[in-house]
């Protein structure tokens, strides 16, 4: 394989033995893999155990599993998205796929503009714009597609103050990219690359990080159709349509299904229908310190938080990445007793029994040693006040001067009687 796969393009899963979630994305690879070679793709679909070729893994840059990447020449691909076989196939279609894919009639830019929600079109000849163009479009098109059309091709809605010219299709609109304003174009499309407002979930906002803005979330319950739930996304909404000129630069905007997930990154516990703006890139977040009750509330809101007004909670610091590993480890502790209360007894029951007895071992141990300890020292002071007892006597006597000569017998029955005593 090491040899021969720059032949093909290949689609390919490191995983390890052991990995449970390479057990969970091994089903979804397998349909992956019937309906690539029903479709009759040009790529291959594999796997490979990266523990027992590790150096084949660690050559295309595998730290962690499962890896899926794509491998197309001398480059390698990693993907980023979902693992489902509707998202695996688009990414390996894409990737396999022309770099920049020209458009050549008006019909084929309407049926490809109504596929894909976000499409970055080049118009114009060669250029150095086009060749940053071809750049950028060879770093990031694992996340959306590149094309090229002439100007005679675009809908009439369509101006462009000059030539050539890059443009994104979104929200029912278009935006031309201008150096001056945007600043890099790969930066550019990376922030574009999304529409204007989101249903993001976990994944999304992973990759809403890259981007470097602040995510505006309306958090609710999509199960619940009241008034004060479907208020708030219409705000969002209303605030990510109206006022694209003043803040898509700075924030993205989107709503969430539940709060599990924000309670997670917050460490605390969001009472739903809520407004909450996350920095993803040093997890801090901002909640409002009133009702938002109209987009005019909310467009202040934002704009408490661009001039520093607003209060920020959370971050990166030392006490937060502490009280982060507190959260977590409590978090998969009572995740698993959840799950499985037999297990987490095992688990956790098991070592705390040990401990337990090393412990009443230790202190009992302890007792024994202090109750020996003290008798032997009460017997060693008995032993002691019976040879001291003399001596004391001579002392006393010595004090006051009272001793007097004995005479040789009264000295024999002395000694006699000291060794009864003894």
């Given at each position: 394989?090491?040899?021969?796969?720059?032949?093909?393009?290949?689609?390919?899963?490191?995983?390890?033995?052991?990995?449970?979630?390479?057990?969970?994305?091994?089903?979804?690879?397998?349909?992956?893999?019937?309906?690539?070679?029903?479709?009759?793709?040009?790529?291959?679909?594999?796997?490979?155990?990266?523990?027992?070729?590790?150096?084949?893994?660690?050559?295309?840059?595998?730290?962690?599993?499962?890896?899926?990447?794509?491998?197309?020449?001398?480059?390698?691909?990693?993907?980023?998205?979902?693992?489902?076989?509707?998202?695996?196939?688009?990414?390996?279609?894409?990737?396999?796929?022309?770099?920049?894919?020209?458009l050549p009639s008006q019909h084929m830019f309407e049926h490809v503009q109504k596929r894909h929600r976000v499409l970055f079109v080049y118009v114009g000849g060669e250029s150095p714009l086009k060749e940053k163009y071809i750049e950028v479009a060879s770093e990031l098109i694992v996340y959306t597609y590149f094309f090229s059309a002439s100007e005679d091709v675009l809908p009439e809605y369509v101006t462009l103050p000059e030539l050539p010219a890059?443009?994104?299709?979104?929200?029912?609109?278009?935006?031309?990219?201008?150096?001056?304003?945007?600043?890099?174009?790969?930066?550019?499309?990376?922030?574009?690359?999304?529409?204007?407002?989101?249903?993001?979930?976990?994944?999304?906002?992973?990759?809403?990080?890259?981007?470097?803005?602040?995510?505006?979330?309306?958090?609710?319950?999509?199960?619940?159709?009241?008034?004060?739930?479907?208020?708030?996304?219409?705000?969002?909404?209303?605030?990510?349509?109206?006022?694209?000129?003043?803040?898509?630069?700075?924030?993205?905007?989107?709503?969430?299904?539940?709060?599990?997930?924000?309670?997670?990154?917050?460490?605390?516990?969001?009472?739903?229908?809520?407004?909450?703006?996350?920095?993803?890139?040093?997890?801090?977040?901002?909640?409002?310190?009133?009702?938002?009750?109209?987009?005019?509330?909310?467009?202040?809101?934002?704009?408490?938080?661009?001039?520093?007004?607003?209060?920020?909670?959370?971050?990166?610091?030392?006490?937060?990445?502490?009280?982060?590993?507190?959260?977590?480890?409590?978090?998969?502790?009572?995740?698993?007793?959840?799950?499985?209360?037999?297990?987490?007894?095992?688990?956790?029951?098991?070592?705390?029994?040990?401990?337990?007895?090393?412990?009443?071992?230790?202190?009992?141990?302890?007792?024994?040693?202090?109750?020996?300890?003290?008798?032997?020292?009460?017997?060693?002071?008995?032993?002691?006040?019976?040879?001291?007892?003399?001596?004391?006597?001579?002392?006393?006597?010595?004090?006051?001067?009272?001793?007097?000569?004995?005479?040789?017998?009264?000295?024999?029955?002395?000694?006699?009687?000291?060794?009864?005593?003894?």
């Open positions: 394989f090491k040899e021969n796969h720059k032949d093909d393009i290949w689609l390919v899963d490191f995983y390890a033995p052991w990995c449970g979630h390479c057990k969970k994305l091994e089903p979804v690879w397998n349909e992956v893999g019937i309906e690539m070679r029903n479709m009759g793709s040009p790529v291959k679909v594999g796997k490979m155990d990266a523990t027992s070729f590790s150096s084949i893994a660690s050559e295309f840059g595998v730290r962690g599993y499962p890896t899926i990447k794509l491998l197309k020449g001398d480059l390698a691909y990693n993907y980023r998205g979902p693992r489902t076989k509707d998202d695996i196939i688009e990414f390996a279609n894409r990737v396999a796929g022309p770099l920049i894919r020209p890059v443009m994104v299709f979104k929200d029912g609109t278009y935006f031309v990219y201008d150096e001056y304003e945007d600043g890099d174009l790969s930066s550019w499309i990376n922030r574009e690359r999304f529409q204007g407002y989101l249903h993001v979930d976990g994944f999304t906002l992973y990759e809403l990080g890259d981007t470097g803005k602040l995510v505006a979330i309306a958090v609710t319950d999509d199960k619940n159709s009241s008034v004060e739930h479907t208020r708030l996304k219409s705000i969002i909404q209303e605030v990510a349509r109206d006022y694209r000129d003043h803040f898509h630069r700075d924030f993205q905007f989107g709503h969430m299904d539940g709060n599990d997930y924000i309670n997670s990154l917050l460490m605390d516990d969001l009472t739903i229908p809520t407004i909450v703006v996350l920095n993803t890139s040093n997890q801090q977040y901002f909640l409002p310190d009133r009702h938002i009750e109209s987009t005019e509330d909310m467009v202040q809101f934002i704009n408490n938080i661009l001039d520093g007004t607003a209060e920020a909670q959370g971050g990166d610091g030392l006490l937060q990445r502490i009280k982060r590993i507190i959260y977590d480890a409590k978090s998969t502790i009572m995740s698993v007793f959840k799950s499985s209360p037999l297990l987490g007894c095992f688990l956790f029951g098991l070592p705390l029994g040990v401990i337990s007895i090393m412990c009443y071992g230790i202190c009992t141990a302890d007792t024994e040693g202090e109750v020996f300890e003290h008798e032997g020292a009460k017997k060693e002071s008995g032993d002691q006040e019976l040879t001291d007892e003399g001596s004391e006597e001579e002392q006393e006597e010595e004090k006051n001067g009272k001793y007097t000569e004995l005479s040789d017998g009264e000295l024999k029955q002395k000694d006699i009687m000291e060794k009864k005593k003894d």
